[in-house]
């Protein structure tokens, strides 16, 4: 309960000064003249001046309110390193408990810090803000951390927490803690193929110096290098970009003696390969109504430096047309199939037969080409199956098989089995009605022996598009040269880019376009595991987090020839994929994450802003055991820490729960108060 006095002038705030000050001048003038009854007059005036002021005897019911306290749990990755999850769960309950048994006070507890692949770091500041944030300052005694004090969002000064009352904050793990990483310094995110990019790394020891380590760079799995490293020692490694899409390269570092965790032994980065231009060699045999289809393909795609021949005129071709009016150039046949058969990414031959003009060791080139890793795409018509066809070379040994006739009758492309899950043919637009909703062929080039089932079917349920793989190369063979209808638009067309651009591709490597490859991608809040088989079952796929949990995940089956599973992308940093057989890697967030840069507890980042609040930053475990110290409830200080005590800001806040007035010149009372000093005045003065 408390009493008070409160005022409620009858008149303006500027007339009541006035008349005070006009008292007081009568005041002055009565106490020096001293007349008889002067204090009598003054105490008259004094009332009548008190009841223009109109006081009122208050009293107010008020219920104290508690102070509030937060409690906020760091559950971020690194909190499950060593013993500091189990150390954490102790030092809650005990903390709890204490403040519980302090009356008064109201405690709040929040976890922050799940992983959630989306933040960056620690962030616990945002939890005390949040769980406050329906608390008056002056109701606010306090915030304790139990952290391992590796946090990064701690506000710049005291003043930018928002309240005036202690920080404190308990550390779990060891101060003798150790821990190993590889801290990528630089690192391309694109490279162009066949050139060398450059990355720096370092190698970082926390809690010993001086140490020796084993790195190991690997490459999409195999070890292009191995040296041995110092701590601290900066080291630039060279990587050469094989192919284009992603260039996996793990940087590993041997394990230290009894450091906390092996999670950040390892770094990941992900070099996007790009061709700065793809060569490709077309040779076209003798006109026909298609020539122009493969080279306009070529042509618009501006990533493609196109080298195109067409034999025209053959040698053995002798009609007297004088040499200065032939607008030829001779085909350099010994300089692009000997000298320079290398720097072709691709060689298509576009209804070419033997003519003369190719002697025969040059076709043993290509195929050695394609056995070492070159691609060759064979466009076929009747060609292909004359005397002259290119089979009765030693390109025999790498095309996928061998003519035997031409049929002419009018027919379907189709997807075969195997075609409706390869990667160069699943789902070409069209391809799913009965039959495809895309214009007739009318020849098929009849063949016997393939090496590997046909992806696309002609007439008669005939092979029409074969695709092998000779040692490290890959041969395309299409059965026949009517793809120029699609692209002319006879009957609606067909899907010729597609179809063309995805086999070129195939042929020159490309990764999304394997027929096994297992790929992660992040998608929304979602991390996509996707198995690409010509199989028709998978096995299940292990993945392994950045923490180094792992999830045995079993994949469904999608679109013909792929599978795919999901789970929450929760954690930033390098995520893993295994079949057993195939591996696939992803990086989620940034290259570094702050969560597994520096894994050691420490005391030091939270020091100065605990302290600059008056708070504490103490250690959990003291030896083996929880060591908690007291909590003290504080009414009127500044320091709230002591030997073995932390305190919290114990408020008076309160709340008024009812209010009774009583007007002093109200009524009766202030009648009887007025009319009683003008009549002791009267009466002094009658004497």
Do not use: C
Not at 284 to 290: A, D, F
Not at 548 to 559: D, N, R
Not at 678 to 686: P, Q, S
């Amino acid at each position: 309960m408390n009493y008070g006095i409160a005022f409620t002038p009858l008149i303006p705030s500027p007339v009541l000064w006035t008349a005070l000050a006009a008292i007081v001048v009568i005041a002055v003038l009565l106490l020096v003249g001293r007349p008889r009854g002067a204090w009598w007059r003054l105490l008259a005036l004094g009332l009548l001046l008190l009841a223009l002021a109109n006081p009122s005897f208050t009293r107010e019911e008020r219920e104290p309110l508690s102070s509030v306290a937060a409690v906020v749990i760091d559950k971020s990755p690194s909190q499950n390193f060593g013993d500091r999850t189990n150390e954490t769960a102790r030092a809650q309950q005990a903390l709890v408990d204490s403040l519980k048994k302090i009356p008064g006070l109201e405690v709040r507890v929040v976890e922050a810090g799940q992983a959630d692949g989306e933040t960056d770091g620690t962030k616990l500041f945002g939890a005390v803000s949040s769980a406050l944030s329906d608390v008056p300052v002056d109701r606010v005694a306090g915030a304790f951390l139990i952290t391992d004090g590796r946090v990064h969002d701690i506000p710049a000064n005291a003043t930018a927490l928002g309240f005036q009352a202690p920080l404190h904050a308990l550390i779990t793990g060891r101060k003798d803690e150790r821990d190993r990483r590889i801290a990528i310094a630089a690192a391309p995110r694109f490279g162009i193929v066949g050139q060398v990019q450059t990355i720096t790394y370092r190698l970082d020891d926390q809690g010993v110096t001086g140490q020796r380590a084993k790195v190991a760079v690997r490459v999409d799995g195999e070890t292009i290098n191995e040296r041995t490293v110092v701590s601290g020692q900066t080291v630039n490694v060279d990587i050469d970009i094989k192919h284009a899409g992603p260039n996996i390269v793990e940087i590993e570092a041997s394990p230290l003696e009894n450091e906390l965790t092996l999670v950040n032994n390892r770094a990941v980065v992900a070099i996007d390969g790009v061709r700065d231009k793809l060569r490709v060699l077309l040779v076209s045999g003798e006109p026909h109504s298609g020539e122009r289809t493969w080279r306009n393909l070529l042509k618009s795609d501006a990533s493609v430096d196109l080298v195109h021949f067409t034999i025209l005129r053959p040698p053995e071709k002798q009609d007297g047309t004088p040499i200065n009016e032939l607008s030829l150039i001779a085909f350099p046949t010994r300089e692009l199939f000997q000298q320079k058969i290398n720097e072709f990414q691709l060689i298509i031959f576009d209804r070419y037969a033997r003519q003369g003009v190719l002697p025969i060791a040059y076709f043993d080139n290509i195929a050695r080409y394609v056995r070492a890793g070159g691609a060759v795409l064979v466009s076929a018509g009747p060609d292909y199956a004359s005397s002259t066809s290119i089979w009765r070379t030693p390109l025999d040994s790498v095309l996928p098989a061998e003519p035997v006739g031409v049929t002419e009758k009018p027919f379907y492309a189709a997807l075969s089995d195997v075609g409706k899950r390869h990667p160069v043919t699943r789902g070409l637009e069209g391809s799913n009605s009965e039959p495809p909703r895309w214009s007739h062929f009318f020849r098929t080039v009849d063949t016997r022996n393939a090496t590997s089932p046909p992806v696309m079917t002609g007439a008669d349920g005939k092979p029409l598009l074969l695709l092998s793989r000779f040692g490290e190369g890959r041969v395309a063979l299409l059965l026949s040269d009517h793809i120029w209808l699609w692209a002319r638009g006879y009957e609606g067309g067909g899907p010729y880019l597609d179809l063309l651009r995805r086999m070129s591709h195939w042929l020159m490597k490309q990764p999304d376009l394997d027929e096994e490859a297992l790929h992660l991608q992040v998608r929304g809040h979602d991390l996509v595991v996707q198995r690409q088989t010509m199989a028709d079952s998978v096995t299940p796929v292990t993945v392994t987090s950045p923490s180094g949990a792992t999830h045995e995940l079993t994949l469904s089956a999608g679109e013909p020839g792929t599978w795919t599973a999901t789970l929450p992308a929760n954690e930033l940093g390098l995520w893993q994929a295994t079949d057993g057989t195939l591996k696939a890697l992803i990086n989620v967030g940034p290259t570094n994450p702050k969560e597994f840069s520096e894994v050691t507890s420490t005391t030091e980042t939270l020091m100065p802003l605990a302290q600059a609040t008056g708070g504490d930053v103490r250690r959990v475990v003291d030896g083996t055991s929880i060591d908690l110290p007291r909590i003290v409830p504080v009414h009127a200080s500044s320091i709230f820490r002591g030997d073995g005590w932390m305190g919290v800001k114990m408020r008076d806040a309160s709340v008024v729960r009812g209010v009774g007035v009583l007007p002093v010149f109200a009524g009766l009372i202030g009648l009887l108060l007025l009319l009683g000093a003008f009549a002791a005045t009267w009466l002094r003065e009658g004497r």
